[in-house]
């Protein structure tokens, strides 16, 4: 079986000191994927390509700000510093892209994490907005539905243990879906985001969190909201606190990879 070709639309640059080590999302993602398909070789299971749709393209100099959509398997929307619910152009542009892959006869298959999450809902005719309980940040456990148990642990119940019905990520988010797109099913939730994510079988996968993202990652973060006065202490010294490798994001990306493999 060849390799599945995944269009990873970045629509953010990482924060500097991750953005040098990792050379933007593609590079972030590269390095989850390849820890959840460890250990095997990840290019025999993927294909990932790059693609700038906030500069439209200008970012990622060769590559296209958007594939054809005939030259894909599945995408993934990256997270984002921005907002999903804005009207500027290519926020736009993004959510009628997602919505013709969604509408695509060849049944391509969208993975969103967080912006890329609320983009997908978006596309789906569901809103998005500010939550009233302000930010989910750092390591923070979310209840699982059933659903969502088989789906992230379902395979792997030795490694994750038979009894687990919450799922630990990463976040970053004071916005969320407010709602749940029609013939989608809720995968997790906490009192501060009802929807932490949902599937569409066989079409879309999502998370509110980030399995992508490492302790220094967030930390770096956290520093750098911090230092611009977005965060109060108590946030920052909150998600300090929780902060670290001790989260469920290889396993989530291992659901993922299985989701994409599923005919």
Not at 34 to 49: E, F, I, N, Q, Y
Not at 234 to 253: C, E, M, P, S, W
């Amino acid at each position: 079986m060849p390799p599945l070709r995944l269009a990873v639309l970045e629509a953010d640059t990482p924060v500097p000191r991750t953005d040098q080590t990792y050379h933007g999302y593609l590079g972030v993602f590269r390095h989850l994927f390849s820890r959840a398909a460890a250990p095997a070789p990840l290019d025999d299971l993927l294909v990932l390509t790059g693609h700038d749709v906030v500069c439209d393209g200008r970012l990622r100099p060769g590559s296209p700000a958007y594939p054809s959509l005939d030259d894909v398997d599945a995408l993934l929307i990256t997270g984002s510093k921005h907002n999903a619910f804005d009207d500027d152009a290519w926020i736009l542009r993004l959510v009628a892209f997602v919505r013709a892959a969604l509408e695509h006869p060849r049944g391509i298959k969208v993975v969103g994490i967080c912006f890329g999450h609320q983009v997908i809902a978006r596309a789906l005719g569901t809103p998005v907005g500010r939550s009233d309980r302000g930010w989910e940040v750092s390591v923070t456990e979310t209840r699982l539905t059933p659903l969502g148990r088989s789906v992230f642990f379902g395979s792997s119940a030795a490694e994750a243990g038979a009894d687990r019905d919450t799922l630990s990520l990463q976040q970053m988010h004071r916005d969320q879906v407010l709602g749940l797109p029609e013939g989608a099913q809720l995968l997790a939730s906490t009192d501060v985001c009802p929807n932490h994510g949902f599937l569409i079988p066989g079409r879309v996968i999502t998370v509110q969190g980030h399995p992508e993202f490492t302790a220094d990652i967030m930390r770096e973060i956290l520093d750098l909201r911090r230092g611009k006065g977005i965060f109060p202490d108590d946030v920052y010294d909150d998600g300090i606190q929780r902060n670290g490798d001790h989260h469920d994001g290889v396993l989530v990306a291992k659901a993922m990879l299985r989701f994409l493999q599923q005919s």
